[in-house]
């Protein structure tokens, strides 16, 4: 019997090749894998299936992961109003550590011998799929043809013709990664530190120029149901908000970065939803959560953020942090109303039962029914005590 490989199958020409050389070369049983993180529709599988048979795999598998893929991760996202550098909110980064533990799990099911992928030596991905593999299942042998041996477009090409397999491999003028928690843009303008993307390298033109409101709820910091309407998960809910905002081209951005490998970065992207989604999650916080609980909850989502970029998913801090996340948001319901503009948002106000700008105790700048302004003078004159000494022993030395 041949051996196993588990191939990560993504039908590009990276990916071509590897399944046929893996098969022709090494003579292995290839068993290819597409995980769905969000990018794909039924007939997209259905194509994906097609290539895979059709280059000889012994079997395809198209593995459905979106409902896994939020709740171990994307949820935590939200919690954390996670953004890479105030910008990025790592729509790549999360979905690559998904699909690596995914096509390790399958990789132990079948028994196989290795697993393979089609990353170049060249990105971050290649990090998070090795490093994936080595902790979930780490007497695998991991292949990597494309980066062990720095193959070239041409010569890709040129082998799958000679092992009976052709097809218009003309290289997009952008590549796009599309994904449940947005959609990443790479091209000639993002391999610059000056040029932005121009308009038409992003997948959602836009089509819709008049406002309109959007009303979105949250129970426990999870979406609930958007313009009233309820959904079984939150994967349908971020779903609908992607339809409804990406026709106003919201949510688009360069994202400048640390790669894993040392160099700085440049990607463009869309993510429309996760904007939206963020953005009315901090603000719902921002009314239900107490100073310090935003600020305990500002500097873990950070670490847990950076951590999942640099590939550390299964560090058990993260864990710890995720505990922290979800105890949280306890009082983290109601409702967020958004207008929607071309390529902006606004963010107009809440409704919460956990509302913590209560108007039974004051209104700031206007009123207030819990304090006099007697209380006040004696809080300054403690507070202010410590800070009175030392600039009276210190003076003008400092």
Same mark, same amino acid.
């Given at each position: 019997?041949?051996?196993?490989?588990?191939?990560?199958?993504?039908?590009?020409?990276?990916?071509?090749?590897?399944?046929?050389? %893996?098969?022709?070369?090494?003579?292995?049983?290839?068993? $290819? #894998?597409?995980?769905?993180? /969000?990018? =794909?529709? @039924?007939?997209?599988?259905?194509?994906?299936? *097609? *290539? $895979?048979?059709?280059?000889?795999?012994?079997?395809?598998?198209?593995?459905?992961?979106?409902?896994?893929?939020?709740?171990?991760?994307?949820?935590?996202?939200? =919690?954390?109003?996670? +953004?890479?550098?105030?910008?990025?909110?790592?729509?790549?980064?999360?979905?690559?550590?998904?699909?690596?533990?995914?096509? $390790? @799990?399958?990789?132990?099911?079948?028994?196989?011998?290795?697993?393979?992928?089609?990353?170049? !030596?060249?990105?971050?991905?290649?990090?998070?799929?090795?490093?994936?593999?080595?902790?979930?299942?780490?007497?695998?042998?991991?292949?990597?043809?494309?980066?062990?041996?720095?193959?070239?477009?041409?010569?890709?090409?040129?082998? +799958? @013709?000679?092992?009976?397999?052709?097809?218009?491999?003309?290289?997009?003028?952008?590549?796009?990664?599309?994904?449940?928690?947005?959609?990443?843009?790479?091209?000639?303008?993002?391999?610059?530190?000056?040029?932005? +993307?121009?308009?038409?390298? =992003?997948?959602?033109?836009?089509?819709?120029?008049?406002?309109?409101?959007?009303?979105?709820?949250? *129970?426990?910091?999870?979406?609930?149901?958007?313009?009233?309407?309820? =959904?079984? &998960?939150?994967?349908?809910?971020?779903?609908?908000?992607?339809?409804?905002?990406?026709?106003?081209?919201?949510?688009?951005?360069?994202?400048?970065?640390?790669?894993?490998? !040392?160099?700085?970065?440049?990607?463009?992207?869309? #993510?429309?939803? $996760?904007?939206?989604?963020?953005?009315? &999650?901090?603000?719902?916080?921002? &009314?239900?959560?107490?100073?310090?609980?935003?600020?305990?909850?500002?500097?873990?989502?950070?670490?847990?953020?950076?951590?999942?970029?640099? #590939?550390?998913?299964?560090?058990?801090?993260?864990?710890?942090?995720?505990?922290?996340?979800?105890?949280?948001?306890?009082?983290?319901?109601?409702?967020?109303?958004?207008?929607?503009?071309?390529?902006?948002?606004? %963010?107009?106000?809440?409704?919460?039962? &956990?509302? %913590?700008?209560?108007?039974?105790?004051?209104?700031?700048?206007?009123?207030?029914?819990?304090?006099? /302004?007697?209380?006040? *003078?004696?809080?300054?004159?403690?507070?202010?005590?410590?800070?009175?000494?030392?600039?009276?022993?210190?003076?003008? @030395?400092?």
């Amino acid at each position: 019997m041949n051996k196993k490989v588990i191939l990560a199958f993504s039908g590009g020409l990276d990916t071509s090749y590897c399944a046929k050389y %893996l098969s022709e070369t090494l003579g292995y049983d290839v068993y $290819a #894998a597409t995980v769905n993180t /969000g990018g =794909f529709s @039924k007939e997209d599988e259905i194509e994906l299936e *097609k *290539k $895979a048979l059709n280059l000889g795999v012994k079997e395809y598998r198209c593995i459905d992961a979106q409902e896994d893929y939020y709740d171990s991760c994307i949820k935590y996202l939200i =919690f954390g109003n996670v +953004l890479k550098n105030n910008t990025y909110p790592l729509s790549v980064s999360a979905e690559r550590t998904i699909q690596a533990q995914e096509i $390790a @799990k399958y990789a132990l099911e079948i028994g196989a011998d290795a697993i393979a992928h089609g990353s170049t !030596g060249a990105g971050n991905d290649q990090v998070r799929f090795d490093l994936i593999f080595q902790v979930m299942c780490p007497t695998i042998e991991i292949i990597t043809p494309i980066r062990d041996m720095s193959l070239s477009r041409e010569e890709e090409i040129e082998f +799958l @013709k000679d092992n009976g397999y052709e097809m218009d491999f003309q290289k997009a003028e952008y590549s796009v990664n599309k994904g449940l928690w947005g959609t990443s843009v790479g091209g000639k303008e993002t391999l610059t530190s000056r040029n932005y +993307l121009p308009e038409d390298a =992003f997948p959602s033109q836009i089509k819709e120029t008049q406002p309109s409101e959007l009303e979105i709820e949250f *129970k426990n910091g999870e979406l609930v149901s958007v313009n009233g309407e309820n =959904f079984d &998960h939150p994967v349908y809910a971020i779903q609908k908000i992607e339809k409804l905002a990406s026709v106003y081209g919201i949510g688009r951005d360069i994202h400048v970065g640390d790669t894993i490998v !040392g160099i700085k970065g440049r990607v463009g992207f869309e #993510a429309a939803a $996760a904007s939206v989604i963020i953005k009315a &999650h901090h603000l719902l916080e921002k &009314h239900t959560l107490s100073k310090y609980q935003q600020m305990m909850k500002s500097q873990l989502s950070d670490w847990y953020g950076n951590w999942l970029h640099e #590939a550390f998913f299964l560090d058990p801090v993260m864990r710890n942090i995720e505990s922290f996340l979800n105890d949280s948001q306890k009082t983290v319901t109601g409702k967020v109303f958004v207008t929607l503009y071309p390529y902006r948002f606004v %963010l107009n106000g809440i409704e919460s039962e &956990h509302d %913590l700008m209560s108007d039974q105790f004051g209104s700031y700048g206007e009123a207030n029914k819990s304090w006099t /302004g007697e209380d006040v *003078k004696g809080y300054t004159k403690i507070v202010s005590n410590s800070l009175n000494i030392y600039h009276q022993i210190n003076g003008e @030395k400092v």
